[in-house]
């Protein structure tokens, strides 16, 4: 069981806008920034989101972070089909001086 | 531009050791702290260690603190895994990633390794 919550599954269509949550507690996300990352099938991570709603140079405007006290979202605008893939919010957690994943989102573009 | 490659992965039995090796180029080696995170086959991603810039500072998941050691050499630009007293439950792809740099408790991984894959197994 992952330290951060997130739902396992998130769906949408061509052009929609889907958000993807992840769920913390006050030593983690309620005290520290949020990173995203999204993975294709057999290949490494890749930073999407880093200081909960900045974004690496590269990455599209499409995708944006938001954090709210011990929570955190990632939103993807335009959804596009290239866009299917697994996403993970990450955290340090101060209770376990440590960094914490979430259990990642797969996300189907329909 | 910034390359990883680990090395040193492979099938090993339960209780015995490996280390993995991570050759980085591409930027200043010694001005940026390093981490090993892991995914074991079909399962979310496990940060594993992490260590500073300079080797003074060294975290540890629960998971695998006082069997794994992170080290570093900045002359070689090589980070390092030690890993001992190795667990089926060790079994993973295991990455190298380059921090990007915001500091202690900021931590994010910037650039990733292609992976090191370890196979725990009688």
């Known amino acids: 069981q992952s330290v951060l919550t997130q739902t396992p599954s998130a769906s949408g269509t061509p052009g929609q806008r889907v958000t993807i949550s992840c769920s913390g507690s006050?030593?983690?996300?309620?005290?520290?920034?949020v990173n995203w990352y999204q993975q294709f099938p057999g290949t490494a991570p890749k930073l999407l989101i880093y200081?909960?709603?900045q974004r690496p140079s590269g990455v599209p405007d499409r995708f944006s972070g938001s954090k709210s006290g011990t929570s955190a979202s990632l939103a993807i605008s335009g959804l596009q089909s290239e866009d299917e893939a697994d996403y993970y919010c990450?955290?340090?957690?101060?209770?376990?001086?440590?960094?914490?994943f979430g259990g990642g989102t797969k996300l189907t573009v329909l | 531009q910034v390359q990883l490659v680990e090395s040193g992965g492979g099938v090993v039995q339960p209780g015995r050791s490996l280390r993995l090796s991570c050759a980085a180029s591409g930027f200043a080696f010694s001005s940026y702290a390093m981490h090993w995170v892991r995914q074991a086959p079909g399962k979310g991603l496990e940060w594993v260690s992490v260590?500073?810039?300079?080797?003074?500072?060294?975290y540890y998941g629960d998971s695998v603190k006082g069997r794994f050691t992170i080290s570093r050499d900045n002359s070689k630009n090589t980070l390092y895994l030690q890993m001992n007293n190795l667990r089926t439950e060790d079994t993973a792809m295991f990455y190298c990633a380059k921090d990007l740099g915001l500091g202690y408790r900021d931590y994010s991984f910037q650039n990733w390794g292609q992976g090191a894959l370890v196979t725990v197994s009688s």
């Open positions: 200081s909960d709603n």
């Open positions: 990450a955290a340090w957690d101060d209770s376990l001086n440590g960094l914490v």
């Open positions: 006050r030593s983690n996300i309620g005290s520290n920034t």
């Open positions: 260590i500073s810039y300079d080797g003074s500072n060294k």
